[in-house]
């Protein structure tokens, strides 16, 4: 590893001028190349204390033994060297976008004498006019069988071609109208061109221009009685606006543009492109890279805009390209794209309207490709055994760590205090064994005592188990005193059988929640029990399970607190660990220093998965919860309500209010509510608080539910009216 100072260029000795340094290695190789608008500020930031550099910058300049740089004239020469040296030298602390596939495209050879449409992979050539990328080869097939029976064009191959010629015999397609058969001279070589002229206006949205001529045509023949005509000419629309079907219209007519959406997490991004000509998505293409270098987003669109366009000229380069935010330097990437068009080319982000909500779509067309990347990468049982053994060497395990357990705290401003659980089994999510903790021990936000709170009620509950099947050694009774298995106290004083849940934790699959009312599975997720041991009463172990390996979501703090833990509970065969979102590091207990994994590990790759699946766990819990808080009403507090009766009630009545003066016998009338809780209802609303009245905060009249809409509350059916109130103090939740 190379001290950077040792080849650090001397004061004054790099210009103040715009440029593209590149990089070396020992060897020679080209490990970075990177452009600037001030060569001298820009390398100035790689010099600095390696304790201030991002992990992966500072393992780029400790990995590099020199640097040396290029003067340009512009910004704009600068951007197109970058591009050419990233080309010529691939780089391996560059992004680097990723092809999925190799896309098809529709392509005419107008270069040729009898131009010929045929599909196209990889780079395209002069005088060959394309139309995509498509995703698959079959939709251009379809596309094409469509539109030769009104442009018979060419489609077969030179040597078919050179075989008819010889000949004097046209392929099949010449014999059913679907090729004007040049090969044998029906069509002379100028109308053929025009024929595939017009074949290629019509494919880049022209056309209303052909349509209407063949409506007209279609009127003349049936006018002058020539109806077969007519009828093989109405044949030609139907074709023609199928094909057109196959590409909805997302934009106003005539609008050609580009529109590119990014989704990214720490290590990796992908990129998708809708292609939008004549108001059709006329292509689709995706790419996925590493991140190697720290980079914001707008830099990762200016580095899709360089492979994008960068071989690129003319018609080729739309007009408008719509990004979800501005390179860092808009104004040279901007020139650049209109020098490769040739005329003026518009870099924006859509605010309204329709194209607003397309770059929607291409988002999430993103954000998916993301996931199904992140999905088959994590499906590989190859991939995962080598993550879990670099694990295992990285924390100096004896083994693998088979099933690894990992926790998070979630809050709001240290309100609704939740933490997760989640399970990895043999490198995959077993959410039949998530769990889901409420902060019961103190009120307040800290995390770190949350930590330790939470790992102690875990794995107490893991030894009560361990005693009950004569597992654990001592004998010693967790249970005595009508406590919990995690030592505690009910306010009833009541004993749960076997170590059972706490009541601030929510088990998967409706278990048992706070007050004995059943949670919900969080985002709608089927969080059934698996084959799991029972209890003699039939209930599952919760906690019978030990991991190889906890992970916490943290850095020294939580860790040391989850290591207390496992110490004063005499456990010695757990690994802790925990991963530091900020720099991705890897922190064990007692350590001074982290473990750092190298970026590409799919060790690495594997703790991050785990690290954000617990934090989407538990945000959502704190969300729900929060939710909930904020919909509680009156009728929650009734002893054996459940949601179906109160909905049944509410919606009977109108409102709490009407229910609050409705009789006993009035009550009963609902259906399902029988006498006795009809009566526990009127008690219970008796002695509730009424609600204030509803106030209209725009003109702040008093709303009577009796003189309008029924009194909205926490209990009826629909959105509450503080619905939208925790989204908009999201930014601060943990």
Known sequence: MADPSSYRPRPGEIPDTPGVYRFRDEHRRVIYVGKAKSLRQRLANYFQDLAHLHPRTRTMVTTAASVEWTVVSTEVEALQLEYSWIKEYDPRFNVKYRDDKSYPYLAVT??????????????????????????????????????????????????????????????????????????????????????ADEFCDFMAGRTGTYLRRLERQMADAAEEMEYERAARLRDDIGALKKAMEKSAVVLADATDADLIAVAEDELE???????????????????????????????????????????????????????????????????????????????????????????????????????????????????????LEEIAEALDLDSAPLRIECYDISHLQGDDVVASMVVFEDGLARKSEYRRFQIKGFEGQDDVRSMHEVITRRFRRYLAEKEKTGEWADGESLTDGGQHADGEQHADGAQHPGGGQHPGDAGPGGQAGPGGQAAAPDDGEALTHGPALKDDDGRPKRFAYPPQLVVVDGGQPQVAAAQRALDELGIDDIAVCGLAKRLEEVWLPREDDPVVLPRTSEGLYLLQRVRDEAHRFAITYQRTKRAKRFRAGPLDDVPGLGETRKQALIKHFGSVKRLRAATIDQICEVPGIGRKTAETVAVALAGATPAGPAVNTATGEIMDDDDGAPETTADAPGEPVSAGAPDERRGQER
Not at 160 to 185: D, E, H, M, Q, W
Not at 322 to 347: F, H, K, M, N
């Open 110 to 195: 107008m270069n040729e004498e009898f131009p010929r449409v045929q599909v196209m992979r990889g780079h395209k050539k002069k005088g060959v006019r394309y139309f995509g990328p498509y995703g698959h080869a079959w939709a251009i097939r379809d596309t094409v069988d469509l539109l030769l029976r009104v442009f018979p064009v060419r489609t077969c191959s030179t040597g078919v071609f050179k075989n008819a010629a010889r000949t004097g015999r046209p392929c099949l397609l010449g014999y059913i109208g679907k090729c004007s058969a040049p090969c044998v001279g029906r069509i002379t070589p100028d109308d053929h061109w025009d024929l």
């Open 269 to 387: 991004a992908a990129v998708q492109i809708f292609h939008v000509r004549g108001g059709r998505v006329r292509g689709q293409r995706g790419w996925v890279t590493d991140k190697v270098e720290e980079i914001t987003t707008g830099a990762l669109v200016e580095h899709a805009l360089q492979q994008l366009y960068g071989e690129e000229s003319g018609d080729a380069v739309p007009k408008e390209v719509l990004v979800p935010a501005l390179p860092d330097t808009v104004e040279p990437v901007q020139q650049w794209l209109t020098e490769r068009r040739g005329s003026g080319v518009s870099l924006r982000i859509p605010q309204r309207g329709d194209k607003k909500a397309l770059m929607e779509t291409v988002q999430r067309n993103a954000q998916q490709a993301l996931v199904l990347h992140k999905t088959k990468r994590a499906s590989d049982l190859t991939t995962r055994s080598r993550a």
